[in-house]
């Protein structure tokens, strides 16, 4: 299979094309934004949400290869939630919401983790997926300007920070959506 110099990305989020964009670059894959969206089914795990997405977008006749990425904050001590429903979560109760649902959660047990599936549609049409994981914990508190959606609210394993506070480079180095990517770029690069 040959390795493409130019991949559509379907989504309506900036940042996500900001930081693939960072990543994808260094290779010479050159990351070309598509805000077409696609419907989010309901499924428990995410690589269903992107399958069901890229079946989809080649039925209504989007051009491979092309990528679909669905992530979602996993939350300890909501067992899980909000998971694959995160983007509603964001969109209703928001950061705030958040903090507010773990208002008397104890720091130890406040982990979570970001998960991201990242699903490559190549020329013929198949799909490839690619998981990726950063675990952490949610702060006490919003902070920082940075990044989207709960990244105020999410310190990385390792971090003092949130995602929020940090810069792009750093935030790819440790985010779910780095690791989904450079697993991609590995398997990109032995084509
Ligand atoms: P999507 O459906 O993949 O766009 O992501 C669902 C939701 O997960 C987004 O609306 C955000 O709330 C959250 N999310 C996904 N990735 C990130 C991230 O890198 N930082 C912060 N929030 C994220």
Not at 67 to 90: I, M, N, Q, T
């Amino acid at each position: 299979m040959a390795r493409p110099d130019r991949v559509t990305l379907v989504t309506g989020n900036p940042g996500k094309v900001a930081e693939l964009r960072e990543l994808l670059d260094p290779l010479g894959v050159a990351v070309v934004p598509d805000d077409r969206g696609y419907p989010e089914i309901q499924h428990d795990e995410l690589r269903g949400v992107t399958e069901a997405g890229a079946g989809y977008l080649l039925a209504t006749g989007l051009e491979p290869p092309f990528l679909l990425e669905d992530a979602g904050l996993f939350v300890s001590a909501l067992k899980g939630f909000p998971g694959v429903y995160s983007r509603h979560a964001l969109d209703t109760v928001g950061c705030q919401g958040l903090l507010d649902l773990l208002r008397d959660v104890e720091p130890e047990l406040r982990s979570a983790a970001f998960r991201a599936d990242l699903c490559y549609v190549d020329e013929d049409g198949t799909p490839h997926h690619f998981e990726g994981t950063c675990k952490g914990r949610i702060a006490d508190r919003a902070a920082g300007n940075g990044g989207f959606g709960f990244d105020p609210v999410f310190v990385p394993d390792g971090a003092q920070q949130t995602f929020a506070e940090m810069d792009a480079a750093q935030k790819n180095a440790l985010s779910h959506r780095g690791d989904a990517a450079r697993a991609f770029v590995q398997w990109l690069s032995n084509q």
